[in-house]
């Protein structure tokens, strides 16, 4: 009589599966349009994605722009994305979990882990339905695309659509100006071959420090919870030297000393990335986007309008400290350029010894100094 000698399955800290078809059930439907009307807008969101290349290429001068073949650009619906997600958040936390099954086999065995990963896949599906109506575009470096090594680019297109309709701006345009902001992504990336590698590394060693905690993480995720209701998390006098203080958020409190330094490198990258594509996307004038103006003051204005659910939402989950990357990123990009010149901004992508501290993304000069740039005038 033979024996089954597979090893059992180990249990999942996170089902998911779960996380995939709950995001699926509870992702809101998009805007209502006839086939007819999809196809024409997800064939002019291709070809003005295309487009939008050449400007990047232009606005940043990395030559990387002109060969963005091992990538590839995905026109997607809300589900979609929320499935791409997951498939890239498992694609991160698989290692690191890997790592735990083998180093901290005891956490694996709790009685309560089969629940507690179905509980965990069902939260991460909810937070993806959340956000599978409010992002425009993503460049996901971390899962291959089909046409080798390079990620994916998605443009969530019921989402860009509901935006130019609520903002009532022109299509095409705002199609573009979004278009210039996620190519720009893709670009960086290809210019820097390096960083999608140094990025998993990164997270990698942050989501192992937080599983090898899993025993207390609930408690301290309480914690925070209360913290943010409390207001303590956004406390006077607790940035860094050299770093304005900040709303602390779920994950600061949740980070050990190590996970801090992880988290503050993470940040700091986040932020050039999102500042650069932000500088490259109003680097266009009226002769590329006739309506920018329009555009860039209506969507800025947008964001006043959100009610108290939503910005609670958003706090918990990061969502504003995103948006200070925007703002923190495009004012260190804009001083380096300003005092360098773009060739001299671009020395960022050659290694990972030139990407900026998260001090350094708050003094610039700090930065240009290190590099050992020169400064025109």
Not at 114 to 127: E, P, S
Request: hydrophobic share 40%; glycine share 8%.
């Amino acid at each position: 009589m033979s024996r089954n000698t597979s090893a059992a399955p180990r249990p999942q800290l996170v089902n998911w599966d779960i996380a995939a078809s709950t995001a699926a059930s509870l992702t809101p439907a998009g805007p209502t349009m006839k086939p007819a009307e999809i196809a024409r807008a997800v064939q002019n969101m291709r070809e003005l994605a295309d487009a939008s290349v050449g400007h990047v290429h232009a606005i940043s001068r990395l030559d990387a722009a002109r060969d963005l073949r091992d990538s590839e650009l995905l026109i997607v619906d809300r589900a979609s994305w929320s499935k791409a997600n997951a498939q890239s958040f498992r694609t991160l936390m698989e290692p690191a979990l890997d790592q735990l099954a083998a180093t901290r086999p005891d956490i694996l065995k709790s009685a309560t882990l089969a629940l507690g990963g179905t509980l965990t896949g069902a939260q991460l599906g909810a937070i993806l339905a959340f956000l599978s109506s409010k992002v425009l575009g993503q460049y996901d470096p971390f899962v291959a695309s089909r046409n080798g090594a390079g990620g994916r680019l998605m443009l969530v297109a019921p989402n860009i659509i509901s935006v130019e309709r609520e903002l009532n701006v022109d299509p095409s345009d705002f199609r573009l100006w979004v278009c210039l902001h996620e190519q720009t992504h893709r670009v960086q990336f290809a210019a820097a071959p390096w960083l999608k590698d140094h990025m998993t590394a990164h997270i990698g060693q942050l989501t192992t420090g937080l599983m090898g905690k899993a025993d207390s993480l609930s408690e301290r995720l309480g914690a925070a919870v209360k913290s943010i209701g409390s207001g303590r998390s956004r406390g006077k006098g607790e940035g860094r030297a050299g770093v304005p203080p900040q709303e602390a958020g779920v994950l600061s409190i949740l980070q050990d000393p190590e996970d801090k330094a992880l988290l503050s490198h993470l940040t700091a990258v986040m932020s050039l990335l999102e500042g650069h594509a932000n500088v490259v996307m109003d680097g266009v004038d009226g002769s590329i986007v006739p309506s920018v103006k329009t555009i860039r003051r209506r969507f800025n204005a947008r964001g006043k309008s959100r009610g108290p659910l939503e910005k609670v939402i958003r706090q918990l989950m990061g969502l504003d400290a995103k948006m200070r990357q925007y703002s923190d990123g495009s004012k260190f990009v804009r001083r380096v350029v300003g005092q360098t010149g773009m060739d001299g901004f671009n020395a960022v992508w050659e290694s990972a010894e030139h990407l900026p501290t998260e001090r350094e993304i708050h003094a610039p000069d700090e930065w240009i100094d290190r590099m050992s740039l020169r400064r025109h005038g």
